[in-house]
């Protein structure tokens, strides 16, 4: 279903549709998902539509900029660099393509989102949750429901420290796609025993896959660049 068809277009499996129907000149797109419906109609001669995961901050409608993905507790050794391997919630968008312009149509999930608060009541930060196992290698995972999270840890203290979550800024996340896997690449440094720094890295992580569009990068505020998030709020 990932990737740039042309129109009429028909996706179906045994819980979800998703079509483009030519009907009286005009176009009338249908998406139905666990008994969850949506339909409009396109006024339009023709083009193509795009089908890519997005940032998983969308739904039900996008209300913060910040990823929180809670994973097994861990502890890395002081000057320690490694990867572990973690998931995070799929978001697929629809973009028409008409005239050189693109048009964001419908977002969808498998997921039902869950928010939380990372830190103090008056001075924390909303993020969409996530919880996700530990994993050594990369998992196999269902390209429409879960993505493969490479976080990098890196331990720039002379302490052991233990962790059990990553926070991650919206604007900052590079996805990338293929038939098969979703992937982000991320980096989490360390600075003391209760703060860090993340940010992501712009690659994908199997080679030919593509870059998704990004949503949140056009939502951003002009001159300001919010690219890493500092989590002094605790790990």
């Known amino acids: 279903m990932y990737g740039t068809h042309d129109l009429p277009f028909h996706y179906e499996t045994e819980d979800f549709s998703l079509s483009f129907e030519h009907e009286e000149g005009r176009y009338l797109y249908h998406r139905e998902l666990c008994g969850e419906k949506k339909e409009h109609i396109l006024l339009s001669s ?15 409608k996008s209300i913060c900029h910040a990823l929180l993905v809670e994973f097994d507790p861990l502890s890395i050794e002081p000057g320690a660099r490694a990867t572990v391997y973690l998931t995070f919630p799929i978001e697929i968008g629809v973009f028409v393509a008409g005239r050189g312009n693109l048009e964001v149509l419908d977002i969808f999930s498998w997921n039902a989102p869950k928010y939380t608060l990372y830190g ?19 998992p196999d995972l269902d390209p429409f429901r879960e993505g493969l ?33 979703v992937s982000m690449q991320a980096r989490m ?17 199997a080679e030919g896959q593509k870059k998704a569009l990004e949503l949140c990068q056009g939502r951003a505020i002009p001159g300001v660049e919010r690219l890493r998030f500092l989590m002094d709020q605790g790990l």
């Open 46 to 60: 023709g083009g193509r539509v795009i089908i890519n995961p997005v940032e998983p901050l969308n739904l039900p």
């Open 120 to 138: 103090s009541s008056d001075a924390g930060t909303i993020a969409r949750y996530w919880k996700s196992a530990t994993c050594a290698a990369p």
């Open 149 to 181: 999270l490479s976080l990098t840890i890196s331990n720039t203290t002379r302490d052991w420290i233990e962790l059990s979550r990553t926070v991650l800024e919206s604007t900052g996340m590079k996805i990338y796609y293929d038939d098969t896997q």
């Open 189 to 205: 440094r360390l600075v003391s025993t209760m703060v860090a720094e993340t940010s992501f890295r712009d690659r994908p992580f």
